[in-house]
């Protein structure tokens, strides 16, 4: 027999019944068998809560949920942490989880602008150059951001310094640099 015991009301060692809402699950060959194990662990979680008094079933999945949402994994989606339902455009891959939700964000992948004027660095491919990059932020409340990057290569060095903006700062920037723009090619 598997090691781990099989649930209330099994009537047969290789047809699993729950008596509470009357679900059959046949077991599929070795009962010693690791898929055994995994059939009856499921069974088990499925049925755990059939019959049970219904106020306490709710109580207990408001404890499982509240446990779980309180463990931050770094390297999880963070759409299972968060509320706010991924956006189409942010690849999980991209997620930046924080210690904190409301810090955490999905991201777009970012554009890069290259800078012409600053320095450049040996890479596998080539030479990197210096650049901007923007991506698309929401954060794990909610907040619509656009983060801006700027990587510059100083005395063989790379400075890295990131900032986020919200919609509105964005549209005054953009307006300060086509101001800018229109302005240098004036006499
Ligand atoms: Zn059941």
Request: aromatic share 4%.
């Amino acid at each position: 027999m598997s090691a781990i015991p099989l649930p209330k009301s099994t009537h047969a060692s290789s047809v699993l019944i729950c008596e509470e809402c009357g679900a059959e699950a046949q077991i599929l060959g070795s009962l010693d068998g690791p898929d055994a194990t995994e059939t009856v662990e499921m069974w088990n979680r499925e049925h755990a809560q059939c019959g049970a008094d219904p106020v306490a079933s709710a109580w207990q999945s408001l404890v499982q949920r509240g446990d779980a949402e309180c463990l931050i994994d770094y390297e999880d989606d963070l759409a299972k942490l968060s509320r706010i339902p991924r956006p189409s455009w942010a690849p999980v891959e991209r997620d930046s989880i924080r210690g904190a939700i409301r810090s955490s964000a999905y991201r777009s992948r970012p554009v890069a602008v290259p800078l012409t004027h600053h320095g450049t660095e040996e890479c596998d491919n080539g030479r990197l150059m210096s650049r901007f990059e923007v991506a698309a932020k929401r954060l794990g409340q909610g907040e619509n951001l656009v983060g801006v990057t700027l990587s510059v290569v100083v005395d063989s060095e790379w400075r890295n310094v990131g900032v986020n903006l919200t919609l509105d700062e964005v549209h005054r920037l953009i307006e300060a640099l086509a101001a800018a723009c229109d302005l240098a090619v004036t006499e």
